[in-house]
T-cell receptor, first 116, second 114 residues
């Protein structure tokens, strides 16, 4: 069973505030990901990490930043939140799947962010 | 430019009948395809996948079909059950020794009518 946690689950915040979305996994996975999803739209990869001290930007440009100081922790930070950042943010980690070709990604429950 | 398309935002199917969810892709480099299922307030969970070297993969009630020439795949659920009501995302990737990045479609909301 996947154990990946995200906090907070819901966040309503004013413009200009600094926010950090937390993501933790207890599975020891090296690879972790952040996706952004607007309602009715596809998930877009905004950041990923293949291990400690490794972070890369994803396919969708994002003003957020991430860090990976510990294997289990992959927080996402917005220095100055704006209404355009309103979205759902999903964290995932991955592990090789037995007999599979592509790693299986396990997703957290997501953080729904609203910036007023 | 959307590389993975799910043109049906929603689908309703009677319990016990077959559910067919469709997905089209434009990037001919994609060689691995996945379906994820998402319940409200939860993250997506992996359901089934298929490699481009196959045209069919089956796992219990779930079967995925791949038509490479048409750049089309479909997920069949038979028989459909109320617990199958969820949003289904199609995803595709280019295999890269475990360093794959997934490209997702917009999802199809499946509702199973008891």
């Amino acid at each position: 069973e996947a154990d990946i946690y995200q906090t907070p689950r819901y966040l309503v915040i004013g413009t200009g505030k600094k926010i950090t979305l937390e993501c933790s996994q207890t599975m020891g996975h090296d690879k972790m990901y952040w996706y952004q999803q607007d309602p009715g739209m596809e998930l877009h990869l905004i950041h990923y990490s293949y291990g400690v001290n490794s972070t890369e930007k994803g396919d969708l440009s994002s003003e957020s930043t991430v860090s990976r100081i510990r294997t289990e922790h992959f927080p996402l930070t917005l220095e100055s939140a704006r209404p355009s950042h309103t979205s759902q943010y999903l964290c995932a980690s991955s592990s090789p799947r037995l007999g599979g070709i592509v790693d299986e990604q396990f997703f957290g429950p997501g953080t729904r962010l609203t910036v007023l | 430019d959307q590389q993975v398309k799910q043109n049906s935002p929603s689908l309703s199917v009677q319990e016990g009948r077959i559910s067919i969810l469709n997905c089209d892709y434009t990037n001919s480099m994609f060689d691995y395809f996945l379906w994820y299922k998402k319940y409200p307030a939860e993250g997506p969970t992996f359901l089934i996948s298929i490699s481009s070297i196959k045209d069919k993969n089956e796992d219990g009630r779930f079967t995925v079909f791949l038509n490479k020439s048409a750049k089309h795949l479909s997920l069949h659920i038979v028989p459909s059950q109320p617990g199958d009501s969820a949003v289904y995302f199609c995803a595709a990737t280019v295999t890269n020794f475990g360093n794959e990045k997934l490209t997702f479609g917009t999802g199809t909301r499946l509702t199973i009518i008891p």
